[in-house]
């Protein structure tokens, strides 16, 4: 064995130019670096023995990441898991091999038991290989020693104060680093030596170290160890938050588990029972004496098996225990007695309501079918019409005379069907459907639910929500509703549902399908007279503070208010009226200007101000050319004024008023009748060639469309062309065709109404719409004299004569 040199002696000139090769797997050797290694392989341990008996200097190569195999020959880091072992005919060391390793010095080697060599390298200079001249038994290359590009400067100079400052940091993060490593990196002043002890210390992969290994110039050596440190730095500050966070949780656990058995040991020695034990035999208890049906009570004992094994500071324990409160506390069985005393039920409908006696005979015969069948189900009754015509009221009426609770459901801009299904228990501060909370409130299984604004439901991506009352709405399907939440059955077909609608059209066919429709119109003169004194002015009188010998209005006085500031099919705007003058009369009382007030007539303006509505039928039809129509409207029927006028021009239909489609359609037919029937209507032919045609619907802000207006559109054209006025105080509705057919149209009730409030005394009919009139009050058929026609001829034979 030849005398043992220090690497310090060997320069890149004394180093040989073929050296064997030893192949790394998991590890690379930077120049005066020391690394231990372990040789495993028979081969690799004869070049370990030939290298000691000469120089001891060896050339240690990187394996590839993507290499196929390795040389039998190869060493593994000392605490590597062992070299890669393959075929050697499949190695081929230019391709899996890198081609910049490093010449080592064996320091120390040493022989164990079983057949393994154990060594101390140490770097000295880093070499590129030009090519191999022996591949058995171990390899040998010739190669090129590279010599080290120094950096000088001030960059160099920072590059390597910020790589020990950051070293430093990840030292001190890095429990299995000794700190003298970081020492060690201070005290080094080259900027090539600094990044090779600094690379070689990083826990990083073996080809990320060969990357660095391969950089000649050591500035940008410098940089690229800075780049892998700052990494490292990133996943150790990384890695120790997470550590003080599940540190942190730990012993919040371990003190809160100590301190709770503490207080349990407390509560045993006093002989107190542990609170959540309590809560657990209450819901028992709850559960047993609630008699739940069956499938409420096996998903009660579920969830209560389910909260037995919960600690009660779990999120799952407030999650469990609402579940429960919920279903132990509805009124599985619990119902109230329904009052079959029809007698009684119909004085008070008649007590709380006037007129409305369509609605009224339905409930008293409900109640009738259920004296005789207490097991009928109860109806699904749907009041429709214009606001302000007590429908909301009537059904709390309705539940007040059949002895059972009201519960009222604003529907109106209801979008989510979680509000009728109720949400399912995965989501955070789920809740029952508005329904099971309702039946919850009222504590009955048989209530009267009013679904209110039931036309004005909406839909979007949260679901449908009339789709969803189609189950709780059918009483083939509602024994069985299933709510979210609640995710059992419940019987819903002893509720009795209400609904209401101002209109049908936006109601689902399949909805509307399901419910007993109650046209509920608007009141005439005579009836909201009565409706004021017997309810309004009794309710107003009492909110303002006045008694009843301290304020009194007249009949005439309450009709000037009905027809002269309030024109609608309800009440609101008159209950709103009365509630102005009411103030107006406190206002005197409380001042002491008057200690009673009667209102009459010529009263009313100083309360409410000037008329708003005048009577101007007589006015605007008194010129040929403008007739009176009737138009149904969601707040009931009115007057619509259809004006036509000729101007020098050829031929040209002008038509204005916002008109929709069909109405328009309805002018060019009346038009088309006219110029086809001119001889027998006295019109000159040549009349239509030299003229223009407009026809103006006034309101012109309001939409208008249907075909209704046909029959008023003709009698107005004829009208100007005859220069003949209309009679006085007649209106008229209906559809015409080419052939002056008169065809029925729909709402004659609501239009008939709305024609009485104007005071018209004459109405021209389609002859089919004569039994519609069954539904119009005695007394304002008694003060209107009907036209029923079926030819246009009969139309204006009476309203402009022959």
């Known amino acids: 064995m030849t005398k043992q040199r220090s690497p310090e002696e060997f320069t890149t000139e004394k180093l040989p130019e073929r050296l064997p090769i030893l192949p790394l797997h998991e590890t690379a050797l930077y120049p005066k670096m020391v690394l231990p290694l372990v040789v495993m392989q028979g081969d690799s341990i004869k070049l370990v023995d030939e290298a000691m008996q000469k120089d001891r200097i060896i050339g240690l190569l990187v394996a590839k990441a993507d290499a196929s195999g390795t040389d039998d020959a190869g060493a593994s880091d000392k605490n590597g898991a062992g070299e890669a072992e393959s075929d050697s005919q499949t ?40 090519a191999f001249d022996q591949e058995k038994p171990y390899l040998i290359a010739q190669v090129e020693h590279l010599k080290e590009k120094g950096a000088e400067g001030k960059e160099a100079e920072a590059l390597m104060k910020n790589l020990v400052n950051h070293f430093d940091r990840v030292v001190e993060l890095s429990p299995g680093m000794p700190p003298e490593v970081a020492v060690m990196a201070k005290n080094i002043n080259e900027p090539g030596t600094l990044a090779n002890m600094v690379a070689s210390t990083l826990n990083v992969d073996a080809q990320k170290k060969q990357v660095i290994l391969e950089i000649d110039d050591a500035k940008k050596r410098l940089h690229a160890v800075t780049r892998l440190v700052n990494e490292q730095l990133e996943i150790l500050e990384l890695g120790n938050k997470i550590q003080s966070q599940v540190k942190g949780d730990m012993e919040k656990s371990q003190r809160e588990y100590y301190l709770r058995q503490q207080l349990k040991a407390i509560r045993e020695e006093l002989g107190e029972t542990d609170d959540s034990n309590v809560e657990l035999e209450e819901y028992r208890t709850k559960v047993l004496e609630g008699n739940l049906p069956e499938e409420a009570r096996k998903e009660a004992d579920r969830e209560l098996s389910r909260l ?103 529907l109106g801009g209801v979008r989510d069907e979680a509000e009728i299904r109720g949400h399912r228990r995965t989501y955070v501060g789920a809740m029952p459907g508005r329904m099971i909370q309702a039946l919850r409130r009222c504590d009955s299984n048989n209530p009267v639910f009013m679904l209110d604004e039931i036309d004005k439901l909406g839909s979007d991506f949260r679901g449908d929500p009339s789709s969803a009352l ?57 009836e909201k007279v009565k409706i004021a004194n017997r309810y309004l002015i009794p309710r107003q009188r009492e909110a303002h503070g006045l008694k009843a010998r301290q304020f009194k209005i007249t009949a005439g006085a309450l009709k000037r208010i009905i027809s002269g500031y309030t024109r609608e099919a309800g009440l609101r705007n008159l209950e709103r009226e009365i509630a102005s003058i009411c103030r107006g009369v406190a206002a005197k009382v409380a001042q002491g200007d008057a200690d009673a007030v009667s209102v009459a007539v010529d009263d009313v303006a100083e309360y409410l101000g000037p008329i708003k509505r005048t009577a101007e039928t007589k006015a ?13 409207t969601p707040t009931g029927g009115e007057i619509l004024f259809i004006e036509a006028t000729a101007m020098k021009g050829q031929k040209g239909l002008t038509l204005t008023g916002q008109l929709g489609d069909v109405m328009k359609e309805s002018a060019t037919a009346a038009l088309s009748y006219i110029r086809s029937h001119a001889k027998a209507l006295e019109i000159d032919d040549d009349f239509f060639n030299s003229h223009d045609i407009h026809i103006h619907v006034p309101a012109g802000a309001i939409p208008k469309d249907g075909p209704s207006a046909g029959v008023t559109m003709l009698t107005a054209l004829v009208s100007l062309f005859t220069n003949r006025r209309i009679k006085k105080d007649l209106a008229m509705t209906g559809e ?44 304002v058929r008694n003060t209107i004299q009907f036209h029923f026609v079926s030819k246009m001829r009969d139309v204006l034979s009476i309203a402009i004569g022959s």
């Not at 910049?100 to 320091?107: D, E, N, Q, R």
């Not at 605007?620 to 149904?632: D, H, K």
Request: glycine share 6%; aromatic share 6%; proline share 7%.
């Open 620 to 632: 605007r039809t008194a010129t040929p050319g403008v007739a009176m129509g009737l138009a149904w």
């Open 736 to 779: 015409i065709t080419l052939r002056g057919q008169v065809l029925p149209v729909g709402g004659i009730k609501e239009k008939v109404l709305g024609a009485h409030r104007a005071g018209i005394k004459i109405l021209i009919l389609p002859a089919a719409n004569e039994k519609d009139l069954i539904d119009v009050p005695e007394k």
């Open 91 to 130: 190695f081929d060391p230019m391709e899996n091999l890198s081609p910049v390793g490093t010449s080592a010095m064996i320091l120390k080697m040493a022989k164990t038991q079983d057949n393994q060599t154990q060594m101390l390298v140490q770097g000295i200079s880093r070499f590129r290989v030009k």
């Open 470 to 526: 189609l189950e709780v709405l059918d009483p083939e399907q509602n024994y069985s509703f299933s709510d979210h939440y609640l995710d059992v059955p419940f019987d819903l077909s002893r509720v009795m549902f209400i609904t209401t609608a101002n209109v049908l059209d936006t109601i689902p066919p399949p909805l509307l399908d399901r419910m007993e429709v109650l046209e509920m119109v608007g009141y005439t003169l005579e």
């Open 308 to 410: 037995a094994r919960m600690h009660p500071s779990s999120a799952e324990y407030s999650v469990a225990t609402t579940y429960l409160d919920w279903i132990t506390a509805l009124p599985w069985h619990k119902s109230t007695e329904d009052n079959l005393d029809i007698k009684a039920a119909r004085d008070i409908l008649d007590a709380d309501h006037f007129g409305l006696e369509k609605a009224k005979r339905r409930i008293v015969e409900h109640l009738a079918v259920r004296k005789l069948n207490p097991a009928t189900k109860g109806p699904i009754l749907c009041f429709v019409g214009p606001p302000g015509t007590g429908k909301t009221s009537l059904g709390r009426s309705v539940a007040r005379a059949m002895g059972r609770k009201f519960w009222r459901i604003s």
